[in-house]
């Protein structure tokens, strides 16, 4: 059983929450975070790369010069790789650089980073977000308790948390059924909705 200090919306201390996971210091383990945000950064690659081999270089059909005779080495056709204007040899080609990661990796790696913020003191739950939308208000709020840069995660996709956390350069939104391990590895804290958080420990059970 672990213990979790919850917040209000001004961010003063509300009371605890209890979890069944296991969220102690060696429940983290980083080889699972490691290999999925390695995961999600292949999944962004766009393997539109493409270079010509000699299947699709145009031309060298007849014999550049004679076999003998020249001083220089034989060549077969103009478009070789080593013929200026010629194919390129093992050169890129259109490929998807999805990576496969399994179910339980994913798991183990969200019960550790979130292990990894609520050791680090960098877990910040939060009853209920009261925001109207303002980017300007959610700045003034994150800056002011010192909680820049971070990952909001709301419950609620149409929260207008969501929108007011986006527009801030150190901050990002996510709701948590998109919740990503990347992001929460790239934002130094982590600041979920209390609703949110029981959402994504659910996952882990």
Do not use: C, W
């Amino acid at each position: 059983m672990t213990d979790i200090t919850v917040l209000n919306s001004k961010f003063e201390d509300s009371g605890k929450m209890s979890t069944a996971v296991a969220l102690a210091a060696e429940n983290i383990k980083g080889p699972a975070v490691h290999q999925v945000v390695k995961a999600t950064l292949a999944g962004r690659r766009q393997g539109t790369h493409s270079t010509k081999t000699r299947a699709f270089v145009s031309g060298g059909g007849a014999k550049p010069f004679k076999q003998k005779g020249t001083g220089r080495a034989r060549q077969g056709t103009i478009r070789s790789g080593l013929m200026v204007g010629g194919a390129r040899v093992f050169g890129p080609l259109p490929r998807d650089y999805d990576q496969k990661v399994n179910k339980k990796v994913t798991k183990v790696a969200i019960q550790s980073i979130i292990a990894d913020k609520l050791q680090a003191g960098k877990l910040i739950v939060v009853d209920k977000f009261e925001s109207n939308g303002k980017t300007k208000e959610m700045f003034k709020t994150l800056n002011d308790k010192g909680l820049l840069p971070a990952l909001v995660v709301t419950q609620e996709k149409s929260d207008p948390a969501l929108r007011a956390a986006k527009n801030i350069e150190r901050a990002t939104s996510l709701p948590v059924e998109h919740f990503s391990v990347y992001a929460a590895v790239k934002y130094e804290n982590l600041i979920i909705e209390k609703q949110a958080l029981e959402t994504l420990l659910n996952r882990l059970v």
